[in-house]
């Protein structure tokens, strides 16, 4: 660019001034146009591609499609991946205003109809106009509206698409993720660069986890024995603590194990990965793969857990009942495989294998490698070690890399950055199926008191106080058990205000809020949440 150029480019484009080797004033405008769509940290890496193309048509074409895919990957209110959580807040409220003219310009009444106790007598019609009405608008920005048909309750559906809440965590959502597939695209996810979840994402979650610390840490409750805790400290005391939930899925696996060799199951270590379409780089050459049709790893958690559906379904119609854990672990470019340990009866080990094969290889039977790298079965030998050491390190890389050989920085961070892939896609990363409620066992283990051996929950309390797993499976039923048959099953109750004794009502469907409060079993109940808190300063003062 000569001296002319580069004085035009300062005046007109001062934003491209750092770029100016790598384009040409006449294209400067557009350049500077579609760059706009992108964050601002990535423009050399995408400009390095632009000027890796040949002709200055092929550079044009590639910029431009790359930005309106980037754009189409976006609610359509959004324009930009650049943009911060207070524009956001800003669009939310735009469209809030929007959305609520729409409902009031169908149903005049609305702000009063929607916004007080309400029943559905002569109104299920009006309902159902207005909830498809707003469900349109939402589509057209290319956001997930709530789905009323599901339990037909288009009242309460109508009432959060009215929310600022619901706006507001939407977008927040959908742009984190656009970003990530944007990097995704861009060649900024994989084991070169950054694995498992860009750098850009990898460094927005870290920002987002110590914001989280400092509001535990400020943040005061006190009981109704008057005791005063932090946040942080009574978080620190949950499964939200990675020792504690680390600690928890050994013991449900090494229960599960034991309950497997006194019936005498056989143990099959199953692994199955997604088809090469739901890969966007290849391993072997870091190069971006040609089969990729641009799904997310969000897509490729649904095409899984669709999978094990048909599965467990297929087994189901032959008689066959399994149990065990899944876990969902991200492959260098961000895409999920699903390690699991399943227990079954030793005569229908082979019936499991063939069915979970022919599933796993319906989609793309015939690609390279689908045999070989799509479906892997390693049927457990005791002489090697237990079926909990098969799984155990996969465990400790997705949490805080304990137990594993050369604990390092480098293991704390790739654990880092596989809680942020899982955050940000919104990937459930285990998964146990077949056996006990975990949730029972989370409440059973507060009761401090020894219970009488007359009380039906005797056994279960007895088993989960000493962290027997296996115990409180068998005290529970056993293993293959629905959970409206079992025996014990979790006590709900509603929620009353503390200072003025009400009931408190669900914000969206205006109904009594109802949360576990213990346990019940033969017509007696269990209390394990009699404390009452409220939230209040350090010195504990309202």
Known sequence: ??????????????????????????????ILQKLSVFPRPSWPRVLRRYRGKGSKRERNLFLYEFAEETRNSLPSCIKSLDIDSEEINTIAKYQLGRITEIAKG??????????????????????????????????????????????????SCIRKM???????RQLHVELKRAREKFFISLGEVNQSNGLYISNFGAEKRKHEKI???????????????????????????TVANPINRRNELMARLAGAEQEANRRGDIGLFLTITCPSRFHSTLSTTGQQNPKWDGSTPKQASQYLSKLWQKIRAALSRQ?????????SEPQHDATPHWHMLVFVAPEYTQNLIETAKEYALQDSPNEPGATKYRFDVEIIDKRKGTATSYIAKYISKNIDGFGLEHVDNEILIKAFRVEAWASCWGIRQFQSFGMPSITGWREIRKVERELPESSPFHL????????????????????CIPAKERSIKLLYDAQFAQ???????????????????????????????SERWQRCSETGAA
């Open 1 to 30: 660019m000569n001296q002319k150029d580069m004085q035009r480019l300062e005046a007109l484009y001062p934003d491209l001034v750092p770029f100016s080797e790598m384009i040409e004033i006449d294209d400067a405008k557009f």
């Open 499 to 529: 200072e003025s004794g009400e009931v408190k009502l669900s914000q969206y469907t205006h109904e009594p809020v109802f949360k576990v409060v213990g346990l019940q079993a033969e017509g007696k109940r269990l209390l394990t949440r």
């Open 460 to 479: 279960t309390h007895k088993a989960a106080d000493s962290g027997d797993f296996a115990g409180y499976i068998r005290a529970m039923g056993g293993v």
């Open 211 to 237: 914001a989280n610390q400092e509001f535990l840490a400020s943040t005061y409750m006190k009981n109704s024995k008057g005791e005063i805790f932090s946040l942080l400290k009574l978080s620190n005391a």
């Open 162 to 168: 009215l929310c600022i809440k619901t706006w507001r």
């Open 319 to 327: 008689q066959i009942r399994i149990y065990g854990i899944r876990i």
């Open 106 to 155: 169908v149903l005049y009444e609305v702000e009063d109809h929607f916004h007080a106790p309400y029943t559905y007598t002569g109104r299920a019609n009006s309902d159902k106009i207005l909830y498809t009405s707003l469900r349109l608008y939402m589509e057209r920005l290319r956001l997930i509206p709530p789905d009323a048909y599901t339990h037909q309750n288009f009242a």
